[in-house]
């Protein structure tokens, strides 16, 4: 065995052995915040994907806020008309007012009304078993059922910006998190949608904490935090698991949330 080979089989067994670990419902408590402790509460909801969607846009900023904020939004208002939700009182957070939120659930609830989120993400990965085509379909809809209603900086940033080259796009973290949550199954992840999206098309949702702990296990090299440095990333796990990479997502977050990772190698 090369030394390249013995250091490859050395960080499999860590990032293996860190899965299994982190692989656990424990995981999430309130002292180790994650919008999946609001979510599982919602996964006999009748529109559990839209629900799970909101709560993947929030996912922002520091996890125990966000998990305050996905407390009180209520989300049998999408089971109501727009009149209810007009009316209902919503919190702000961060780069959204609470109008930003009420705007949004009513996009989410006249989604409801005529598509699936589902609908709109299977419809985009099919043409070329892409993920990101499905996202991006997703987030025109979203678009194009807001525009009559309201265009601010909040929503902008709250769905995203479409860029078809993911040079300098944004790594879409919250929206891969999303199809992670619903395209695999595990003690943590729903699987709602397995079978349907491949696990190995996946694309890990890589965020600041995910982007400074793959440098520093050398499985990412590009300095610039965009899409294409995800897609990089995603490609060095499928070294390890060419079937599921995107299962080290979680463990890799908490390694770098935690700080621990030093201590862990």
């Known amino acids: 065995m090369t030394r390249y080979q013995a250091v490859r089989e050395d960080l499999k067994f860590f990032l293996d052995q860190h899965y299994a670990h982190k692989n656990n419902p424990l995981e999430l408590t309130e002292d180790k915040p994650d919008p999946l402790l609001v979510l599982k509460n919602y996964q006999n909801h009748e529109f559990f994907e839209e629900i799970a969607l909101i709560c993947a ?148 949702p890589l965020d600041t904490h995910t982007f400074h702990t793959c440098h520093k296990l050398k499985l990412l090299q590009r300095k610039t935090y965009d899409l294409y440095a995800a897609i990089l990333a995603t490609q060095a796990l499928k070294k390890f698991d060419p079937i599921d990479p995107i299962k080290y997502d979680f463990a890799l977050y908490r390694l770098g949330q935690e700080k621990t990772l030093q201590t862990a190698i």
């Open 57 to 204: 846009l929030f996912s922002y900023g520091n996890a125990k806020q966000i998990l305050l904020l996905l407390k009180r939004l209520d989300f049998s208002l999408l089971t109501s008309c727009v009149g209810a939700i007009e009316k209902a009182d919503f919190p702000f957070y961060r780069f959204q007012t609470s109008n930003d939120i009420r705007v949004f659930f009513i996009a989410i609830h006249k989604l409801i009304q005529t598509t699936r989120i589902r609908e709109l993400i299977f419809k985009g990965y099919r043409r070329h078993q892409n993920v990101i085509e499905g996202i991006h379909l997703a987030m025109g809809h979203l678009y194009e059922i807001l525009e009559p209603i309201a265009k601010t900086r909040g929503l902008d940033f709250l769905i995203g910006t479409i860029k078809p080259n993911p040079k300098g796009s944004s790594p879409l973290k919250r929206w891969n998190m999303y199809l992670r949550w619903l395209s695999r199954k595990d003690a943590l992840d729903f699987g709602v949608w397995e079978g349907v999206i491949d696990t190995s098309k996946l694309i890990l």
